[in-house]
């Protein structure tokens, strides 16, 4: 079992290389004026992330957008507001610095005094559920589809479906191929994507798989919808579907 768990943590730390690195030579025009790549800066903390919870095949595999500018882009992590990567995962390792870092958006690691609240809900939820983190990722895993942060001169966040069309195309290619490699390596049965981009993808690149796909409402605070209640609303979506409830539930 040992050595399964090392070639399946190794086979996703082989495929986020090959993104991390192919998203690299990539180049966005304006108004797009930096791009972030935590895979690159904050290689430290994802390759534990993935060597430390994503050694086992898994049940549901959530998908969620691109880095937000205190979650992923400050740890690394996927959704990764820092007090759930620290506290509840266990992960806190040396961040870098963007090679061209927008001063409005400083990148400043597990020292980040902002709180990621898309990542703070999701985590929160799932620790909710879980006793610990090792519960949860023993069944479960969370990505990203792009792991590339886009930042206007202001800070302001752009998102990949905001890109131009020639830029869009490229990057997708890119992400699907990287997506369909996370899906053939960890199996899972359910494919869920967290708002409604992450779904579309997964139809696009898994609609011919096995897996069942389905969505929950996003946890940004930008949806009206999230700030009334965005737990419960999970919650309750993913009992619709069939999800839950738990197998590892505790009462």
Not at 75 to 97: H, L, Q
Request: proline content about 7%; aromatic content about 10%; hydrophobic content about 40%.
């Amino acid at each position: 079992m040992k050595k399964l768990s090392n070639a399946i943590a190794r086979s996703l730390i082989e495929a986020a290389v090959d993104l991390r690195d192919r998203v690299d030579e990539l180049n966005f025009s304006a108004p797009v004026s930096h791009v972030y790549n935590p895979l690159r800066y904050a290689w430290r903390s994802h390759e534990t992330y993935l060597r430390q919870f994503g050694g086992t095949r898994k049940r549901v595999l959530f998908l969620g957008m691109n880095p937000g500018p205190f979650g992923m882009a400050q740890t690394g992590i996927p959704f990764g507001e820092i007090a759930a990567v620290r506290d509840w995962m266990g992960i806190s390792e040396t961040v870098d610095k963007p090679a061209n870092e927008n001063h409005a958006r400083p990148v400043e690691g597990f020292a980040c005094p902002r709180s990621e609240v898309s990542g703070r809900r999701l985590w929160g939820l799932f620790a909710d559920q879980f006793p610990t983190a090792a519960d949860f990722f023993a069944d479960h895993f969370v990505v990203n589809y792009c792991p590339l942060a886009f930042m206007e001169e202001t800070g302001r966040n752009r998102t990949p479906d905001k890109l131009p069309a020639s830029e869009q195309s490229e990057i997708y290619a890119i992400c699907d191929e990287h997506l369909r490699r996370v899906v053939a390596i960890l199996q899972p049965e359910w494919l869920i994507g967290v708002g409604g981009f992450a779904e579309k993808r997964f139809r696009a690149v898994c609609g011919d798989e096995k897996s069942q796909i389905g969505t929950i409402l996003h946890p940004s605070p930008a949806s009206p919808a999230a700030n009334r209640g965005w737990a419960e609303a999970a919650d309750k979506q993913l009992k619709k579907l069939g999800v839950w409830p738990l197998r590892n539930r505790i009462h």
